[in-house]
């Protein structure tokens, strides 16, 4: 079965970075385009980038500049680097795939931006 697994969050400054990762198995990684959400406490699970099977990237506008989605289909992996991190980033990000109609998703990791 499709198998999503997100890690890489933590606690960081603001202007820090973090790289996320989200680790698939049970479908064909190489053809299905990922997104990567995200669902800040009392607030909707929004959309933060997504990358096509070709590689074609789109970001949220807040986060374009400082955030770069990329993918590694040898290991069947999406990554997510965030730079220069603010506090209202500070959310649960979620690893995103629809295969043959259906939405998978992770449990997501918490990543909180805090001085």
């Known amino acids: 079965q499709v198998q999503l697994v997100e890690s890489g969050g933590g606690l960081v400054q603001p202007g820090e970075s973090l790289r996320l990762s989200c680790a698939t198995s049970?479908?064909?990684?190489?053809?299905?385009?990922m997104s990567w959400y995200r669902q800040a406490p009392g607030k909707q699970r929004d959309l933060v980038a997504r990358i096509s099977s070709g590689g074609t990237t789109t970001y949220t506008d807040s986060v374009k500049g400082r955030f770069t989605i990329s993918r590694d289909n040898a290991k069947n992996t999406v990554y997510l680097q965030m730079n220069f991190l603010k506090p209202e980033d500070t959310a649960v990000y979620f690893c995103?795939?629809?295969?043959?109609?259906?939405?998978?998703w992770g449990r997501g990791t918490q990543v909180t931006v805090s001085s």
């Open positions: 049970g479908f064909t990684f190489s053809i299905n385009g």
């Open positions: 995103n795939v629809m295969v043959r109609f259906v939405n998978y």
